[in-house]
């Protein structure tokens, strides 16, 4: 069975533009998490998804938005970039969520650096 | 809001020495507790998990933690470490119900040495 996909692996990125994530989750699960990865402030949950709904939100700002589609897939889209928003953006899937007896499966994820 | 400490940015430790990673959480309510491992350019694997129940808990490649609640801590153990232990670990705590939102710790280095 095949992990959770992220692509692009790596991305460079100048201030102002916008750039979309992917992730394609295990087959078969249902709910999708995004998050952020830094030195600094280490790892910060942006948002989940599960059949399409946001079910939960971290506290960043509106240029970060995310959906998700009917096969699961999800994107992640960070409008007018900020050299702040470079990261590593994990990506997670799990049958469901509420995820108390499920396990969260974590992506390799994709590196940002914005120039 | 719940929050975790990890004390110790980094712990060296040789070879088949045991060790113990440290992490303490604070909140008002009931949560889950977790261990994850990153391996240099990888996600986060699940090493283990504490929703209810027993307090000590085993997880995968011979780590075991031991739920405290009235230290409110949730220490990582391993009796003999090898050199592919080498790694970060975080620890994490989820509020019951809170589904995938996971708060995590700064995480923790552990370098095993020869």
């Known amino acids: 069975k095949a992990g959770v996909t992220q692509t692009p692996r790596y991305l460079i990125k100048t201030r102002g533009q916008q750039v979309t994530l992917s992730c394609s989750p295990i087959s078969g699960h249902r709910s999708v998490s995004w998050y952020q990865q830094t030195p600094g402030q280490g790892l910060q949950f942006l948002f989940e998804?599960?059949?399409?709904?946001?079910?939960n939100k971290g506290n960043f700002p509106g240029r970060f938005s995310g959906r998700q589609f009917s096969n699961s897939r999800s994107e992640m889209n960070v409008s007018t970039l900020e050299l702040g928003d470079s990261a590593l953006y994990l990506c997670?899937?799990?049958?469901?969520?509420?995820?108390?007896?499920?396990?969260?499966?974590f992506g390799s994820g994709t590196q940002l650096s914005v120039l | 809001a719940q929050s975790v400490t990890q004390l110790d940015s980094q712990v060296p430790v040789f070879e088949e020495a045991p060790v113990e990673l440290r992490c303490n959480y604070s909140?008002?309510?009931?949560?889950?507790l977790f261990w994850y491992v990153q391996y240099p350019n990888q996600g986060l694997q699940l090493l283990l998990k504490?929703?209810?129940?027993?307090?000590l808990v085993k997880g995968i490649n011979g780590f075991e933690a031991e739920f405290n609640k009235s230290q409110t801590s949730f220490h990582l153990r391993k009796p003999s470490v090898h050199i592919s232990d080498t790694a970060e670990y975080f620890c994490?705590?989820?509020?019951?119900?809170?589904?995938?939102?996971?708060?995590f710790g700064t995480g923790t280095q552990l370098k095993v040495e020869l």
């Open positions: 994490a705590v989820s509020l019951t119900g809170g589904g995938n939102k996971l708060t």
């Open positions: 998804y599960f059949s399409e709904t946001q079910r």
């Open positions: 909140s008002s309510v009931s949560v889950y």
């Open positions: 504490y929703l209810s129940g027993s307090t």
């Open positions: 997670a899937s799990s049958l469901a969520p509420a995820a108390t007896n499920e396990k969260l499966f």
